[in-house]
């Protein structure tokens, strides 16, 4: 090749480098998903990736994380370091190439155990394009060595600045407020529950996160390490906490199967409740796929098995489906798959047909062993067993009630219902407000035109408590299904939810700002995340915020939503202005109920969102379970209501 032609093949590789970057800020959802929330802390999963990417390959065992005063955030790690030699076919640093080449990630490292996948794994240059500063140091071979991209655009090659006895790699990125125009301001709580699940999920490594933005009473930084020894054990340890086992310990396996890593953890509880949370890559698979298949096909198969060969059955007059063995069942199962396909409307769910086979095999193998070595919990788990399929044979009569009323009613809907004149539902929203005379007031106040109005009864039933054909017969649980058009039962699953005949796109929970109408909406939120996950999952569940306060002088009068907006508006309206404090929805009038949380073009929704579904799962068995204590320090912990009342 001659120079010219290596010169022009070069500069035509940086063109392409450089459109691969702005590509990335053109259109970053492409790359993260979103530009709000969600994608903001992405960008700190995608760097962490990379390490924990190091950790599986054998090269780190300590990551640690910090949010900066600047929300800009740092990821250190000891791994072996980017390598910052020139690469051959670059002319430029593999550093270089591996912070500003879409796609580059630690490809041309043919050794490094790299299995990322889904929305992660699109590559630390995503987070270099999406930044407005970044800042790579690498310590390697004695030398430390750094580089500065601003919007992905190199600043200077990489240069030696020092010398080091350590070995690893330091990201700090800030965040563009180009494209975050939403926010820029990371969340701990999202971000240490992420890195304890990794932490769970990739045992040995420690993790420690720390928010150098404010200090705690003793003037230190608030910060945790996260590390686990016994991996999806204490995962489900940690999930179960207010839960009460009904067997000895959390049964597990961690193995090999065709080539497939497979780790499965699971116990059983008291509780009702199915909890399945399945991994591929570290990524949580939302929408399941063949490995989830995989475990229920071994569960079924193995606990059946076992349950006909006991005898225990031989009285029951009716059939065991395959729910009956996964009620109180809490399962985490995380495979790690060399080139997954992700399939699904979120892309979460994994398709590859190979992986199903291996983790049937494993858990078979698993839950055989686990048996035979304990009659006792064998006996136990048969037997709750044997009582979710007689109360699943209850439940089906008041299933199949909600049904029957949904599918043959037509003009069926709940008299309670004020519904709305709009027949896309696409265009329609429900309001489910707390009490009557709210609901009236709302009435009254709604666009009828596209909303409608759907009043609850008091407290609605605490579904975390309650059996499954309890829920069932709820009455105000019944008229929420009726009212949505949301039946139960698809062609192939009879349990599934069918959202095909939803009839409005927003639901919107409507509760008082206080601790009464908080606990209604979590009552609320419970029955959804349990029993209509989907909607959630599709961003149709919101949150109205009604205002807090009205302040008038005047004829001059403006809402606030919170004790510092109050006081800035009192300031602007000066002397002898008046504050009204609204108690309840009930204290609005029509007019003021519509202008300030139904208008869309004035209100607030709060869309409802799953950052980490194992998170959630545990957050509503503590806070609707059975266990006080917990439940206590919690709500004292989050408490954002409980100070508005005094
Ligand atoms: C490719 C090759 C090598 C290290 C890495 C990638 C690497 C990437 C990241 C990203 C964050 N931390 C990292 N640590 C290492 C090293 C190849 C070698 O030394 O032989």
Known sequence: MSEEQKKGSYSADSIQA???MEHVRMRPSMYIGDVGVRGLHHLVYEVIDNSIDEAMGGHCDTIDVWINEDNSVSVKDNGRGIPVDIHKKEGVSALEVVMTKIGAGGKFDKDSYKVSG?????????????????????????????????????????????ETDYRGTIITFKPDHEIFQQTTEYNYETLASRLRELSFLNK??????????????????????????????????????????????????????????????????????????????????????THLSGFRRGLTHTLKKYADASGMLDKLKFDIAGDDFREGLTAIISVKVAEPQFEGQTKTKLGNREVSAAVSQA??????????????????????????????????????????????????????????????????EVFLVEGDSAGGTAKQGRDRMFQAILPLRGKILNVEKAMQHKVFENEEIRNIYTALGVTIGTEEDSKALNLEKLRYHKVVIMCDADVDGSHIETLILTFFFRYMKELIERGHIYIATPPLYLVKKGAKKEYAWDDNQRDIIMAKFGEGSKIQRYKGLGEMNAIQLWDTT?????????????????????????????????RREFIEKNAVYANIDT
């Open 204 to 289: 040995g490594i420690t993790i420690t996160l720390t928010d150098k933005r404010e200090t705690d009473e003793k003037g230190e930084f608030v910060t945790e390490e996260f590390t686990s020894t016994e991996g999806l054990k204490e995962f489900i340890r940690f999930l179960d906490e207010t839960r009460e086992p009904i067997i000895g310990d959390v049964i597990s396996m961690e193995g090999e199967k065709n080539d497939i890593p497979v780790e499965v953890a699971m116990i059983y509880n008291t509780s009702y409740s199915e909890n399945l949370h399945s991994y591929v890559n570290n990524i949580n698979t939302h929408e399941g796929g």
């Open 18 to 20: 450089l459109e691969g």
């Open 363 to 428: 858990v078979s193998e698993m839950l055989e062993n686990y048996l035979e070595e304990n009659p006792n919990d064998a006996r136990t788990i048969v037997q709750k067993v044997i009582l979710a399929a007689t109360a699943r044979h209850a439940a089906r009569k008041a299933r199949e009630m909600v049904q029957r009323k949904t599918v043959m009613s037509g003009g069926g809907l709940p008299g309670k219902l004020s519904d709305c004149s709009e027949q896309d539902p696409e265009k329609c």
């Open 118 to 162: 889904g929305l992660h794994g699109v590559g630390v240059s995503v987070v270099n394009a999406l930044s407005a500063a970044l800042k790579a140091t690498v310590h390697r071979d004695g030398k430390i060595w750094e580089q500065e991209y601003e919007r992905g655009k190199t600043m200077y090659p990489a240069k030696p600045i020092g």
């Open 598 to 630: 139904m208008k869309p073009s004035a209100r607030t929704l709060r869309q409802v969102v799953i950052d980490s579904a194992a998170e959630a799962d545990r957050v509503f068995s503590m806070l609707m379970g059975d266990e006080v204590p917990p």
